[in-house]
């Protein structure tokens, strides 16, 4: 096919033709232009697919999908991972007390002591997730239920939150903040975790709560109302607290101005709706150790003591901790290193099905050619 | 497209009732009441002048515009969507935010609606401001006014080369004779000049005209749109009647010529004229494909339905698990929670609106866009662009490109179609003997098969050499005065005769081969010998039938100079016939028609030229090259001012090319006829007498008669003559005495025929010519008859014919012609070429059965080793005898080879040689008739199964629709009828396809066409290249819609299983309107106009390939469905990789939908970069572009959003996600998964069963001499041994 070629501005839409005053070489035919597109001739490259032609691709697949693979689930095998459960659904549960009196209403908190055994040291920075099973937070009435403007600190909105916020919008004529369902059931457990040190004593281990939530969430999409006005007790004055919370925004963590109302991270992390009904949520942060020598977590007992405020029997949900080391991809997730190295081979395998397709395909025309 | 507001139809339907009281439509003059207030005017029920095809004023446009569109049940649909998105217990997205795609849809149509018809206005304005002549009383004179302010019962005066502004009865005329000429290019395209006639009784001779005095009622018909019928009266005070018929009304749209002015009274106005009564929009129909398509989107429907369900039932089983609602089940306002199976029936409405892109609604509008696109390139082919016309090929049905591709049965005409319909005077028979005219033939011969084009022009350039710019400066002396519009219309002008001098032949009827015609020695010798001695006799008798039997229109070149003025105007009066909304097209057909009259223009007034030369010692080649059209041009602009001296010199404006043939013919032995008015015919003899005949009546042609006379009195003798031409059955069985024993006229007439026998075999056209003497008492008596006849208004047609037969009996046979018609070039190899495409070619023609058969044999419709059966027969006992006997013995052999015929296409072609015997049929009109019949009908169609060809001859036009339509439905294959002319109307119309071809007999056949070509030929390149292409792209295109939705559609269904059905959509909504409006909108719709499986070249050389779309093979329900279960296996792909990968992790909903958009995008992106089998620029830029929009879109999108699209926000999402290796090594997995099964599929069909696309697309890779070889192996054996070398030989690259 020959190229000629092609200037896609000056053919498109453009009537050549030539239109002067009528000269003898003004000609004005209805011909249509010689050009490559209009003819339909641009040069093209034109893919055939069949076994032979397409053997490298399958190939380079397998080579380059299975070392990937195979690095994924190295990485993957070396993020260390430890999960309690501390729902209390077994008798045996030391939290199973405060999951059967547990409701909302409850005034009175009810703590839980999980003791627990790490075999292996947990090196560099170690992050506490909380999960939650069969919490469906990608309901949707329930993820439309908030309101971002009233959380970006605009003022009107916190007065006047948005309607999707029904029916947590208002609660004694006042406005809730932060309204909807999604802040309403915040997770509020809260959970401490101690080193048993061999002699029995119990160290507690520094959690930090910052630094959990996106940059962004924390610095753009979530402002408190009144910008710099670090009395947010004044701010929220015209509100309510949502119905299911014991203490209202500004009181999350009156320690850290930073951390409080809208801006508190616990809250900022629970606002972005999980999309799965099993999921976790970074609840804490175990920085690595100043002295690179002992690991964040070594082996040994610990316990954990949840402080039990959340209900999830109603909907058959479970309560985990989780504690996990991190790498470039993420938290411990064997499989996608497994189908890495699955979709490799089956690529090498058809190539190599292809290959024998080719070659047999082949030698059978060759000898079909040959008594003609 | 003539629109009519609701409004104005409302109008029209309380006049039309009020006139549907009265049938009839009285008509008084205005002149008496002009003064009077409007309530007081007797036509102010009639319609005025101004016309409105706009549908829209600015004010109702809005209103207007939306209820029109809500027409569409898709709009429909997407309303009821977004409406369902208000309501608040349903809605499954932000109300404002769903009403997008629907604005979106709604504004594009709107705008280009408002477009449109804003250009309608601004014609109709340019229209209605016009000028035009009124007569207003008090002035007592013709007024300069404007279009608009013409109302019926108006007198109105039109000038020479003004076109007309309403439908007048004409009352007077400059014309001594009170005739008047019009020609009606403008609305039937037809370029010869139509006669029309004053009314009866009001010609007053070389007077005044005087509205004022007139005081007659006009009765007439209420306005139609039949173009060649109108009927009425004009009823004095004194109650005496005249009649008038259609030969008195000038049309709207017409432009006078040749008559300095005409005038009359207006009886129909502005859009009940019969000009704007005819204008149709474009022709709707509805493709195969899209008829197929219809019902897969029903499938979608009902799949969507289920897909509801499960998310309805899923909702509720999921709600019934809980005992006590958990935190995350968020109750009404009131804090009440609705019970779970209200609860899932609400959701089924949600479901319906988050999924409602299962429903393909933007494939409508793509396919409209890619239809667009395919036609133009079809029409940009080059190919099939037509250097002597100038024109391209037509698409004027914008919607059936692809049912090219899928074409079973081919309808074609003969005449015009497959011939020239350029009539050249062959050969004549004279009172039984036959002159042969060889001299002629020697000539023709020498111009048709001498030289070919090329050779033959450079000739005459040799010798006849004038440079070109004696023709500038001449045109710019004529055109010098005038304005500088008109220089630049001259210069026009110039271009066209310059295009067309390079040509070989001409449109219209009067080229040179035909004009000139060499009379044959002994023929000549014989009319000298006439002439010398008695004056009368049947040679005189014979060339006087040629000469003035006919309705040829004699036109001055006086006139003709006059035409070449008229040029401004004809740009108006193209636009006059209001064929709006089709704006491209009007210009390319007004254009066309201009460059028509221009060829025609230069060909008459060359034709003292021809003249001058007939002189036959003096005829040699040199002198017909001097006649060529280019060079004529410049030699009669030169010494235009002598010819106009010369008044004898004149052209012929004919209706038919044989009539033209025949009065050349006659010219060539001097029978020159001089002069046509109503009234008088006069002819001048070789010894330059003038002959003055008085006309006493036309007994036009028509064709169940299939004949025409001409009474005259003969200004010599006083006889009355009637001389009588027509086809030579209907003029045979009307002899007088041919069964009497008398043996002289038995004699001539059984020579005579012998003579046609030979003619017909020759292929010849054949007309005879016979004479009646009438004694003054039978025509006084037939006279009377006949008038009543012709003020009859009921039944007038069939009272008319029976008048004419009454006379035309116990005719005197004269004699006989042969007219040639010379096959179009290319046309066997076309029919070949359509054969083995597998389309069955079917000749229908009105000739009779031996010259139709000649040219079956000499088009390659028939082979000489064909086994030809013939049915003609008026029985219909033997009708039905033959058509059983033929059929078992067909059966039998069919049956031996133990072959169903209706697959032996596809499969025989390449399972091996195989001896089809192979099987014409002949059938005639009436027995084709019996064929029809009902109970004959079955068996019929089982035999033309079987039949390779059919000719059926002697057939009416509308026999020819009814074989289309009786094959069409008995058999639901696909048909193509192509045609040329006006009794092919009804075959184009009737087949799926109709094609018209635009050539020697107007334009019915192409205003009647969904595509016109100027070539049989083209035939090919427009099934085989374009068909096919437009076949399967679309086909692909559309599966590809389907697949596309789906799938996308998909990953939100299987997210409802992890979020307890609640409809919450992972995807930011504004990306999912993106995805389908930016991101993966345009691939497809660039698949669908460019994608080329096989080239052009090798469509041509392998027309095999065109079986694919005549199998829908390109989209079936198979390939439906595998579609549909690719998009479920790839949405799956889609969604639970990610899933897997994510599950258990602190992925928000949002952050979770991002890489399944992506990997959506990368899926269906790479998908259809499977499908394209041709990569170019264009393909490139589109898919390179559509992936970085979607990223650049994205990532601008969540960098802004913080709040602005609650409850998804996704603000920083993507670059978060960009930021993290996992979102890369999902995406990249994902797609390698989802595509795997199909790339290996395609690759292994590839491989082990290649199609027979593949194997030619392999071809062409093949070096040119090696692929030429390869198709002719191919074609020879068409077995496998084929495909065996080529696969050794091909691809060796990747």
């Not at chain 2, 001498?450 to 055109?479: A, M, R, S, W």
């Not at chain 2, 993106?1074 to 691939?1083: D, E, G, H, K, V």
Request: proline fraction near 5%; glycine fraction near 6%; charge should be neutral.
């Amino acid at each position: 096919m020959m190229a000629s070629s092609y200037n896609a501005k000056e053919e498109d839409g453009h009537h050549p033709g030539l239109v002067g005053s009528g000269g003898p070489g003004a000609v004005k035919s209805k011909k249509p232009d010689n050009t490559a597109f209009k003819q339909q001739r641009l040069p093209a490259w034109q893919p055939i697919l069949t076994a032979g032609t397409v053997l490298p691709a399958f190939f380079m697949i397998g080579l380059i999908f299975i070392p990937i693979g195979i690095g994924l689930f190295v990485t993957s095998n070396n993020i260390k991972e430890f999960e309690i459960d501390y729902t209390g659904v077994d008798m045996s549960s030391p939290c199973y007390n405060c999951a059967q009196n547990y409701s909302w209403n409850s005034t009175s908190v009810c703590t839980c002591t999980v003791p627990f055994t790490l075999d292996q040291p947990f090196e560099s920075n170690v992050f506490m997730y909380y999960g939650l099973s069969n919490f469906y937070q990608n309901h949707r009435r329930y993820v439309k239920s908030r309101d971002d403007s009233q959380l970006n600190g605009d003022k009107s909105s916190l007065l006047n939150p948005s309607k999707e916020c029904e029916p947590y919008r208002t609660s004694d004529r006042k406005p809730i903040a932060p309204c909807g369902a999604i802040a309403n059931s915040l997770f509020n457990d809260t959970l401490e975790l101690f080193y048993i040190h061999p002699n029995g004593s119990k160290i507690g281990i520094h959690l930090v709560k910052t630094g959990i939530a996106w940059w962004t969430d924390k610095h753009v999409k979530f402002r408190n109302p009144g910008g710099s006005n670090n009395n947010l007790s004044v701010v929220f004055q015209d509100t309510s607290k949502p119905v299911n919370w014991r203490k209202a925004v500004y009181e999350l963590d009156p320690a850290d101005p930073e951390n409080n109302g809208f801006v508190n991270e616990d809250l900022i992390v629970w606002m972005r709706t999980a999309a799965l009904p099993t999921f976790r949520k970074l609840y804490r942060i175990i920085q690595k150790k100043k002295d690179t020598m002992t690991p964040t977590l070594p082996p040994g007992n610990y316990s954990l003591e949840v402080a039990y405020n959340y209900p999830v029997r109603s909907f058959d949900g479970r309560k985990r901790v989780i504690l996990s080391t991190i790498s470039w991809m993420g938290g411990k997730n064997p499989f996608l290193g497994i189908a890495y190295i699955t979709v490799g081979s089956v690529c090498f395998f058809l190539g190599v099905v292809l290959l024998i397709i080719h070659h047999k395909y082949g030698n059978r025309n060759n000898n079909a050619d040959i008594p003609n | 497209m003539t629109w009519t507001s609701p409004l104005t139809l409302f109008q029209r339907g309380w006049t039309r009732h009020r006139d549907q009281d009265r049938p009839i439509r009285k008509v008084v003059s205005n002149l008496p009441f002009e003064d009077l207030r409007k309530r007081e005017q007797p036509n102010r029920q009639y319609e005025g002048n101004a016309i409105k095809t706009n549908k829209y004023r600015l004010w109702s446009f809005l209103p207007m515009n939306l209820f029109e569109q809500f027409h569409r049940l898709a709009n429909i649909y997407f309303v009821g969507l977004a409406i369902l998105n208000f309501i608040p217990v349903v809605n499954a997205f932000q109300p404002e935010v769903a009403l997008i795609p629907i604005c979106i849809i709604l504004a594009l149509t709107a705008v280009k609606d408002g477009w449109e018809d804003f250009r309608r206005y601004q014609t109709d304005q340019q229209l209605n401001n016009m000028p035009c002549f009124i007569f207003r009383r008090r002035l007592m004179c013709f007024v300069e006014r404007r279009w608009k302010d013409v109302r019926v019962g108006d007198f109105v005066k039109v000038l020479s080369n003004e076109i007309i502004p309403a439908d007048i009865l004409l009352l007077h005329t400059s014309d001594p004779n009170g005739v008047c000429h019009m020609e009606t290019a403008n609305l039937d395209g037809e370029t010869n000049l139509k006669q029309r006639k004053v009314v009866p009784g009001f010609s007053t001779l070389g007077e005044p005209f005087q509205p004022q005095t007139f005081d007659s009622t006009v009765v007439c018909e209420n306005p139609n749109n039949n173009l060649n019928l109108f009927k009425g009266f004009i009823e004095r005070p004194d109650k005496r009647r005249s009649g008038f018929g259609i030969d008195s009304l000038l049309l709207r749209g017409c432009t006078v010529r040749n008559t300095d002015d005409a005038a009359g009274i207006v009886v129909y106005a502005g859009h009940e004229t019969k000009s704007m009564l005819n204008n149709n929009g474009p022709r709707y129909k509805r493709s195969k494909i899209e008829r197929k398509m219809n019902t897969d989107v029903l499938f979608c429907v009902l799949l969507l339905f289920f897909m509801c369900l499960i998310g309805a039932l899923g909702h509720a089983i999921w709600l019934e698990t809980f005992s006590t609602m958990p935190s995350y089940i968020v109750p009404d306002s009131n804090g009440n929670y609705i019970s779970s199976a209200l609860a899932g029936f609400y959701m089924f409405f949600t479901m319906i609106i988050l999924l409602q892109v299962m429903i393909p609604v933007s494939l409508y509008v793509s396919i409209e866009l890619v239809k667009m696109g395919q036609i133009f390139f079809i029409t940009q082919d080059a190919e099939l662009y037509d250097q002597e016309l100038d024109s391209r090929v037509q698409c004027r049905a914008l919607n059936i490109t692809e049912d090219l591709g899928q074409i079973q049965y081919v309808f074609s005409d003969k005449t015009g179609t497959l011939t020239e319909n350029k009539m050249v005077f062959k050969r004549c028979t004279i009172m039984g003997t036959e002159y042969c005219h060889e001299e002629n033939a020697a000539r023709l011969a020498v111009i048709n098969g001498g030289g070919n084009e090329e050779e033959e022009v450079t000739i005459y350039q040799k010798t006849k050499l004038p440079p070109l710019f004696p023709l500038e400066e001449l045109q710019d002396d004529h055109t010098g005065h005038k304005n500088h519009a008109n220089t630049q219309v001259a210069a026009a002008s110039r271009r066209r005769s310059k295009v067309a001098a390079g040509a070989q032949s001409d449109m219209a009827f009067s080229s040179p081969l035909e004009t000139v015609v060499v009379p044959d020695r002994k023929l000549m010798l014989e009319v000298d010998h006439q002439m010398a001695s008695i004056q009368t006799g049947p040679y005189l008798d014979f060339f006087l039938a040629l000469a003035i039997c006919n309705t040829v229109v004699v036109s001055t070149l006086t006139a003709q100079r006059q035409r070449v003025k008229g040029r401004r105007n004809s740009s108006y009066s193209g636009s006059s016939s209001h064929n709006m909304g089709q704006w491209f097209k009007i210009s390319s057909l007004q254009k066309f028609f201009s460059s028509m009259r221009f060829k025609r223009n230069r060909e008459t007034m060359a034709d003292p030229f021809a003249i001058d030369e007939d002189e036959p010692d003096t005829f040699h080649i040199s002198s017909v090259s001097d006649s060529r059209p280019g060079q004529k041009v410049i030699s009669s602009e030169g010494k235009d001012k002598r010819s106009l001296s010369r008044s004898e010199e004149v052209c012929y404006e004919a209706h038919s090319p044989d009539e033209a043939a025949l009065i050349h013919a006659a010219k060539a032995y001097g029978f020159t006829m001089v002069e046509r008015t109503p009234r008088y015919v006069t002819v001048k003899l070789p010894n330059e007498t003038l002959l003055k005949f008085e006309v006493l009546d036309v007994l036009t042609f028509d064709s169940t008669r299939r004949r025409m006379s001409i009474i005259v009195r003969h200004p010599h003798t006083n006889e009355i003559i009637m001389y009588t031409k027509g086809a030579d059955s209907a003029v045979m069985e009307k002899l007088g005495n041919v069964f009497s024993v008398e043996s002289a006229a038995k004699r001539i007439a059984v020579r005579t025929q012998k003579d046609l026998d030979m003619y017909a075999r020759d292929g010849l056209r054949t007309l005879c010519f016979a004479k009646k003497v009438i004694s003054e008492q039978e025509f006084k008596a037939w006279f009377t008859s006949r008038q009543e006849a012709l003020s009859a208004i009921d039944e007038k047609e069939e009272r008319l014919m029976e008048t004419a037969n009454d006379i035309e009996n116990n005719l005197t046979l004269l004699g006989a012609t042969g007219i040639e018609d010379r096959l179009q070039e290319n046309v066997p190899e076309t029919i070949q070429a359509l054969r083995r495409a597998g389309m069955q070619v079917w000749v229908l023609t009105g000739d009779k059965p031996e010259t139709a058969v000649n040219i079956a044999y000499s088009c390659k419709l028939l082979d000489h080793e064909d086994l030809v059966f013939t049915f003609t027969t008026n029985k219909k006992s033997v009708c039905k005898m033959r058509l059983e006997d033929t059929l078992s013995e067909v059966r039998r052999t069919w049956g031996g080879l133990g072959l169903d015929p209706q697959f032996r296409g596809y499969n025989s072609t390449f399972t091996g040689p195989l001896m089809e015997p192979s099987i014409g049929l002949v059938i005639d009109g009436p027995t084709l008739n019996m064929a029809l019949s009902e109970d004959l009908v079955e068996q019929f169609v089982e035999l033309c199964k079987h039949c390779r060809a059919v000719l059926c001859c002697r057939v009416t036009p509308l026999q020819k629709s009814s074989v289309v339509k009786v094959i069409r439905q008995k058999l639901r294959v696909m048909t193509l009828a192509v045609g040329d002319g006006a009794n092919d109307v009804n075959m184009i119309q009737a087949a799926d396809v109709g094609i018209g071809v635009s050539g020697q007999e107007g334009m019915q056949a192409v205003m009647a066409s969904d595509f016109a070509i100027t070539r049989f030929k083209h035939l090919q390149r427009l099934l085989l290249v374009h068909g096919h292409w437009c076949y399967s792209r679309l086909a692909n295109m559309v599966i590809y819609f389907f697949y596309k939705n789906v799938a996308y559609v998909n990953l939100l269904f299987w997210y409802q299983f992890f979020c307890g059905f609640s409809g919450t959509a992972m995807i930011d909504y504004w990306l999912m309107i993106f995805f389908n409006l930016f991101f993966t909108s345009a691939p497809p719709i660039m698949f669908g106009i460019m994608d080329k499986e096989v080239s052009d070249s090798t469509l041509l050389s392998l027309p095999e390939l065109y079986r694919r779309g005549q199998h829908s093979e390109g989209y079936r329900r198979s390939t439906f469905w595998i579609a549909i279960l690719d998009a479920f296996y790839q949405s799956l792909v889609c969604f639970f990789i990610p899933y897997w990968t994510y599950n258990d992790s602190d992925i928000g909903i949002f952050s979770f939908g991002t890489p399944m958009n992506t990997v959506s995008l990368f899926t269906i992106i790479l998908h259809l970069a499977i499908e394209i089998k041709s990569w170019t620029v264009v393909h490139w830029v589109i898919m390179v572009g559509s992936v970085l929009v979607y990223f650049i879109l994205t990532l601008a999108y969540s960098a802004i959003c913080i709040s602005c699209n609650p409850p998804s926000d996704p603000y920083w999402i993507m670059h978060k996600q960009m930021a993290d290796p996992m979102f890369y090594l999902v995406c990249v997995l994902t797609t390698v998964v989802a595509l795997l099964p199909r790339y290996t599929l395609r690759v292994l069909k590839g491989t082990l069963a290649p199609s027979l696309h593949l194997r030619a697309r392999q071809l062409e890779r093949l070096p040119s001499s090696c692929r030429e070889q390869q198709i002719r192996e191919w074609r020879g054996f068409r077995d496998t041994c084929i495909s065996a070398s080529l696969s050794s030989t091909a691809c060796p690259s990747a």
